[in-house]
């Protein structure tokens, strides 16, 4: 029955959405709707409201439906949301202020000379309006009332000309900043915990191994990895758009003919074009600028955005009077001083002390003041010019409420998918299919394609993305990121604004084109840019690097990247090692051998032996990291013939624990029933499920391939050969850099060791004559000064034991002179050899530390170096198959 209210559910959905009911009461409606009619169906003929559930009941389901609802609002670490009204309010602002409108005419007359030049400009202006506006149905309306006249006015096909405006106008949707990529973002992140916890039961069944270790599990993303992800794909998809008008331009020149500029093209003619691209290039070099560099989160940059599109506005509506620059000027000004401020001021309230620091504040406090006022003053321009700012508001508050009640009733609708088993169905189909993860990746893909014939991007967004991606996400044969699943659904859903029957773009533009414009041409139009998008779709989802490159390398180069040590890099960070040492070998082993020619018999026997062994462990590691990878080939060559095998086996095992369940069940359910007569009909069909399930299972156990276990035990052994070589050569090259550094630090520490000289020196009197509790407390405090410094612990520990005897209720004077002078003696050794290592021993470590760094020290540094995080970066934008784990 779960599966009957499943299909109520969806043609509820389906015939709500269809008869033009609000999609904000169609999906939380169905959703409620359907629940309430399973609870009372149950309650009717089963006398349990929980009867026709997959789990639990109406009321858990519910519930959990408002949890959900309450958590896309009320959650704080799903603050992603709030930078959707920010980039609605630029993208209005900058609409309603006439500056696409001027973009289109200055790009008109650059690239108007050139066959398809029109075309082009189009395609440019649509990409700039994307990374600024990213409001579709605006771009498309601003295109078609400016544009498309004039291309129909120079004998430009109408097919081409609208199949054009209607496919840049939906840039806005992969180049950032977008909308529909922050609620992905949003999404995937609540989809990567799902997969993770997916992954972990996998791998639990699969080893019997209670945790995963954790570069096996998936990672989430944020809308700040979404604009990085689809910066590279926009483009690409801009690209290709221009090269396919050019392309046609040139073979039938008739239907996208070159446009004469009839003005000069002289210096005047290049400072219009300079002065019209400058701000809105200045917009997306500060928004998107300050999330590539990290200096904004989304969330800030919308704000950034916002209040520059308040001050393109204010001029542009005020252009040609002598003030219309005044409030840009004087933001720029208050703008220049605040850097000034932090570049040469501590810019800290709390931590103010000095005339300077109060200064910096006070100069501070002026550059903020000019900054409210120009802002101020352009907000209120933009009320007196046509009330601009209030229907920009207005329609922001419209968009934004739109996008959120969408949000909230896709939560519920969820809830209620999950309730009747769907996700389960969901799962259970697409991990039957043949072909692994791409089978299941290119039927999504194609869901997703026919679903955006009928629906608006956002209802697929918030309905289909949490159902599939955490069943894409938790493979790990393809072992995919959250933001190449993003983009690539990001990608596909674009082509929704052009699919007939409702494609919005189609719909937006059909309102302002001309009537001599046919539908059909209009459709005839969209056909090869469809086409193009899918292109650019094929040629993303094959190569993922032009994904997960930048957000990579962002990560990786930024202040909070991770550390060298963290799991999830060692496998590309002994890989750049590995390169390093066998083209420059000889370097390290040099290296190594100079190091053992130093004579460190100064040194302590403990930290003389410790030096050794180091030394021995940077030449044991070279030959540990060459093993590991001769082990690694030796994995992969057996992995042709041993993986086709472990599929098998793993269905096999799925399979006998879906059987075992149900089994269970039935089991559960005989004890359940009294032997009596009315009971022995269901008695008798149980029993008879019993027998046909345990005859499967039996012929699921004899199904394994018979030499499984042989196959198993011979590949396991050549994996943990490969494991044992690579853990060994972590430690013996942590060893080999990490010891030498604490034999650097422990010498150090020998100014700051000397300067407790004259503490130590005045112990001795004040013992023989001060009150104990007083000279106890004294040695308390050195010996804490001394336990701070490297390689002191055994003169901490007698000057300890020294005050411990000084505590004791009869107090042994000897004793403590005795602890004492054993610490001076130790003190005075220790100062002797660390002066002596300072010129003998230190300058050749130091060589040395330096010299493997990038090699055996690799994983101990604090931050990787340039050009490692570069490597890393290429190394993991792939994706690399890990399902022999599981």
């Not at 259970?428 to 679903?451: C, Q, T």
């Not at 030498?740 to 150090?748: S, Y």
Request: some cysteine; hydrophobic content about 50%.
């Amino acid at each position: 029955m779960e599966i009957f209210f499943l299909i109520v559910l969806i043609a509820l959905m389906a015939s709500a959405l269809g008869s033009g009911f609000p999609v904000a009461f169609a999906l939380p409606g169905s959703a409620i709707v359907t629940i309430i009619l399973a609870g009372f169906s149950g309650l009717i003929f089963e006398s349990n409201p929980s009867a026709y559930f997959h789990s639990s009941g109406p009321f858990e389901w519910l519930s959990a439906g408002v949890t959900n609802l309450r958590g896309v609002y009320w959650e704080p670490e799903r603050d992603t949301l709030i930078a959707i009204p920010l980039f609605i309010f630029m993208g209005l602002m900058l609409q309603r202020s006439k500056v696409a409108e001027d973009l289109l005419l200055a790009m008109a007359q650059l690239f108007g000379p050139v066959r398809g030049g029109l075309g082009i400009s189009v395609v440019f202006v649509g990409a700039l309006l994307a990374a600024t506006t990213g409001i579709v149905g605006a771009t498309v309306v601003a295109m078609g009332l400016i544009s498309l006249p004039s291309m129909l006015r120079n004998n430009y096909s109408p097919s081409l000309a609208t199949g054009t405006i209607a496919a840049s106008g939906t840039l806005g949707q992969i180049i950032p900043p977008s909308i529909v990529l922050i609620i992905l973002a949003d999404q995937l992140a609540s989809a990567s915990d799902q997969a993770s916890s997916l992954r972990k039961s996998l791998h639990k069944e699969a080893t019997g191994e209670i945790s995963m270790p954790s570069f096996l599990d998936v990672g989430s993303t944020s809308a700040g990895e979404m604009f990085l992800g689809a910066l590279l794909p926009g483009l690409i998809l801009v690209a290709v758009y221009m090269l396919y008008i050019l392309g046609v331009a040139v073979i039938f020149p008739k239907i996208a003919p070159a446009v004469r500029y009839d003005g000069k093209m002289d210096i005047k003619f290049w400072f219009k074009i300079a002065f019209i691209l400058v701000p809105p290039l200045t917009l997306i070099f500060l928004v998107l600028g300050s999330i590539l560099s990290g200096i904004a989160t989304v969330n800030q940059a919308g704000a950034i955005g916002a209040a520059g599109a308040v001050f393109m506005g204010g001029y542009r509506l005020t252009a040609g009077k002598r003030s219309a620059a005044y409030p840009a000027i004087l933001a720029i000004l208050s703008l220049l001083l605040v850097f000034y401020c932090l570049d040469n001021y501590q810019m800290n309230v709390k931590a103010a002390q000095t005339t300077k620091d109060f200064q910096g504040l006070f100069l501070g406090a002026i550059a903020s003041f000019g900054l409210i006022v120009s802002l101020a003053w352009s907000l209120i321009r933009l009320i007196k010019i046509d009330n601009v700012l209030q229907g920009v508001m207005l329609e922001t508050a419209k968009t934004t409420s739109l996008v959120f009640i969408i949000l909230l009733g896709a939560a519920v609708l969820t809830s209620a998918f999950r309730a009747f088993g769907g996700e389960d169905l969901v799962r259970e189909y697409l991990n039957s299919l043949p072909g692994g993860f791409w089978s299941k990746f290119l039927i999504v893909m194609a869901v997703i394609f026919v679903l955006g014939f009928f629906l608006y991007f956002i209802e697929i967004a918030v309905v289909v993305v949490p159902i599939v991606a955490p069943i894409l996400l938790a493979d790990p044969s393809a072992n995919i990121t959250a933001v190449w699943l993003g983009v690539m659904i990001g990608l596909n859903i674009q082509t929704s604004f052009l699919t007939p029957p409702f494609g919005f773009a189609l719909f937006y533009l059909r309102g302002v084109a001309p009537a001599t414009v046919k539908t059909i041409q209009m459709y005839k139009g969209v056909v090869p840019f469809i086409l193009l998008q899918l292109l650019a779709l094929a040629v993303v989802g094959s190569y993922p690097p032009l994904v997960n490159y930048l957000p990579q390398r962002t990560s990786l180069l930024s202040e909070s990247a991770p550390p060298p040590k963290n799991p999830k890099l060692q496998y590309c960070l002994e890989e750049f090692v590995s390169k390093k040492l066998l083209s420059d070998e000889n370097s390290v082993q040099i290296s190594l051998s100079n190091a053992n020619n130093i004579d460190f018999s100064i040194l302590p026997s403990g930290l003389a032996s410790k030096a050794n062994n180091a030394f021995a462990d940077g030449l044991a590691a070279i030959d540990s990291l060459r093993l590991a990878y001769e082990s690694e080939l030796t994995v992969s060559a057996a992995e042709a013939s041993y993986k086709p095998k472990l599929r098998i086996v793993r269905r096999i095992e799925k399979n006998l624990r879906d059987k075992n369940a149900e089994l269970k069940l039935i089991n559960q359910e005989l004890g359940r029933l009294e032997d009596i007569k009315e009971n022995q009909p269901v008695k008798k069909a149980l029993e008879l499920d019993r027998k046909l399930i345990l005859s499967e299972i039996e012929h699921l156990n004899d199904s394994f391939p018979q030499d499984w276990e042989e196959v198993y035990t011979s590949f396991s052994s050549l994996v943990k050969a490969e494991n044992k070589a690579r853990v060994m050569y972590r430690r013996q090259a942590d060893n080999s850099y990490g010891s030498i550094k604490d034999i650097l630090n422990i010498i150090d520490g020998y100014e700051e060791l000397l300067q407790l000289e004259s503490d130590l020196d005045s112990l001795s009197i004040k013992i023989g004559s001060d009150s104990p509790e007083l000279v106890a407390e004294e040695i308390k405090l050195l010996a804490s000064k001394v336990g701070r410094i490297s390689g002191t612990s055994k003169i901490k520990s007698l000057l300890s034991k020294s005050r411990k005897a000084l505590k004791k209720k009869k107090i042994d004077r000897k004793k403590v002179f005795d602890y004492y002078n054993k610490a001076v003696f130790e003190y005075q050794g220790q100062l002797s050899w660390m002066l002596k290592a300072k010129e003998t021993v230190y300058p050749g470590f130091s060589t040395y530390l330096k010299s493997v760094s990038d090699t055996l020290g690799a994983r101990l540094q604090d931050k990787m170096p340039r050009s490692t995080a570069l490597y890393i970066t290429s190394c993991t934008s792939g994706h690399r198959d890990i399902s022999l784990n599981f």
